[in-house]
C-alpha cells in the first residue's frame, strides 16, 4: 500500500521557522500533486499549499510570503518550509498526493497522519 509520513511538526516560538517533511512509500508509479492542509482546534480543516507534478505552486492566502512548498521528486518528498510563525498557525499538519500506484491506472488522493505543529510563546 501507499503510505504518506509527514515529519518534522514541534513547538516553536512567534516568529520562528519550521521545516515539515512528507515522504511518500509503498507500491508508487508516480506521484501528481503533492500539498499540505492543516486543522486547528475547533476548525474545519484548511488548503495551505499545493505543487504540482509540473512545479505549478499555489498557496493560501494566510500563508503567502511566509511558507514555501518544494519537492524532491527523486525522493518521492515534499516539503513545507514554515517562517515567521504565528500562533494562528497552530494545527495539525496533513500532507496529501495524487498517486498512481505500481500497477495502477487511477491518480488516487493520499492523506498521511499528521504532524502537530504548535506555535506559543
Known amino acids: 500500500q501507499v503510505q504518506l509520513v509527514e515529519s518534522g511538526g514541534g513547538l516553536v516560538q512567534p516568529g520562528g521557522s519550521l521545516r515539515l517533511s512528507c515522504a511518500a512509500s509503498?507500491?508508487?508509479?508516480?506521484?501528481?500533486?503533492m500539498g499540505w492542509y492543516r486543522q486547528a482546534p475547533g476548525k474545519q480543516r484548511e488548503f495551505v499549499a499545493v505543487?504540482?507534478?509540473?512545479?505549478?505552486?499555489n498557496y493560501a492566502d494566510s500563508v503567502k510570503g511566509r511558507f514555501t512548498i518544494s519537492r524532491d521528486n527523486a525522493k518521492n518528498t515534499v516539503y513545507l518550509q514554515m517562517n515567521s510563525l504565528k500562533p494562528e498557525d497552530t494545527a495539525v499538519y496533513y500532507c496529501?498526493?495524487?498517486?498512481?500506484?505500481?500497477?495502477?491506472?487511477?491518480?488516487?488522493?493520499?492523506w498521511g497522519q499528521g504532524t502537530q505543529v504548535t506555535v506559543s510563546s
Open positions: 496529501n498526493a495524487d498517486i498512481r500506484r505500481g500497477q495502477g491506472t487511477t491518480y488516487i488522493r493520499y
Open positions: 509503498g507500491s508508487i508509479g508516480s506521484i501528481n500533486a
Open positions: 505543487s504540482t507534478s509540473g512545479a505549478s505552486i
